[in-house]
């Protein structure tokens, strides 16, 4: 069994065929989902899509595109979101200076608050970091202390970040990108996480893997990015689906 821990089954690329893509990645042994809501509104999309889905699990966040635009009154109903069943996690949240949608300032702030919520209720976080690795660390280090429970989203980092993140206890997961043709430096990467470490993503409806490439991505598709792993790990297949389901478990208490 695999375990996609970041999809987005709530956009609208989905929403002619959602339960069908659904269907098919459970057919292609996708045992358990985790939609992960990237807007207020994509979080309560999240939420209701885990309701209807047994085996589909939801994390409550906002994304940093939306820093500048989020008021108090949309943080209380994301608050409550935090408390619902279905929620198993933070996110996702973090900084983009590479798209830059946001301020600075107004990325750091929501980043912040979104940490000391999940840290009070003992939630693990998603992190989303792009071109924003010192940032993202010494926020991480100011609300966390030195260990933080949670997933570097999409890995994009150096083996220095690599480094510092692992020393954090954190969690990384690589998305299909990992199977681009000009990936060698990602899979460089990716050889250096202890498979304890590791998860599996696919950011769907975002980033199909190579065989795919330009088209819609969905959770069946995880396994191209198992294969890649066990691949540049020299594992099976079955060591890798293994691994990285019982992290996904122990991370989000699935
Ligand atoms: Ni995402």
């Known amino acids: 069994m695999l375990i996609d821990t970041h999809c987005h089954l709530d956009f609208k690329d ?8 659904i269907k098919r990645s459970r057919a292609e042994g996708v045992g358990l989902m985790i939609n992960v809501g990237s ?25 940093p595109h939306d820093a500048d635009n989020v008021s108090e009154a949309d943080l209380e109903v994301l ?6 069943e279905k929620v198993v996690a933070v ?59 949670g997933v570097m989203h999409c890995f994009s980092g150096d083996r220095a970040f690599l480094e510092n993140c692992l ?8 998305t299909c990108n990992l199977t681009f043709k000009n990936a060698d430096r990602l899979r460089e990467i990716a050889g250096l996480v202890p498979i304890e470490m590791l998860l599996l993503e696919t950011d769907a409806p975002f980033l199909a893997p190579q065989v ?12 191209y990015l ?12 079955d060591q890798v689906a293994d691994g990285t389901t019982n992290n996904a478990k122990k991370l989000f208490g699935l």
């Open 14 to 21: 989905f929403a002619s065929d959602r339960q069908e893509v």
């Open 39 to 63: 807007s207020l509104e994509g979080t309560l999309s999240s939420i209701e899509i885990a309701e209807k889905n047994e085996f589909i699990y939801a994390a409550a966040g906002i994304h």
């Open 79 to 84: 608050k409550k979101c935090f408390e619902r």
């Open 91 to 149: 996110g996702e949240i973090g900084l983009d200076y590479y798209r830059n949608i946001s301020s600075k300032d107004g990325q750091k702030r929501l980043f912040t608050k979104l940490l000391d919520e999940a840290k009070a209720r003992d939630l693990p976080v998603i992190i989303h970091n792009r071109d924003a690795h010192q940032d993202t660390l010494a926020i991480l280090k100011d609300v966390m202390g030195g260990t933080v429970k």
């Open 167 to 174: 020393g954090m206890g954190l969690f990384v997961s690589f």
């Open 212 to 223: 795919f490439r330009g088209r819609r991505n969905e959770p069946s598709y995880v396994r």
């Open 226 to 237: 198992a294969e890649e792993i066990a691949r540049i790990k020299g594992l099976s297949f």
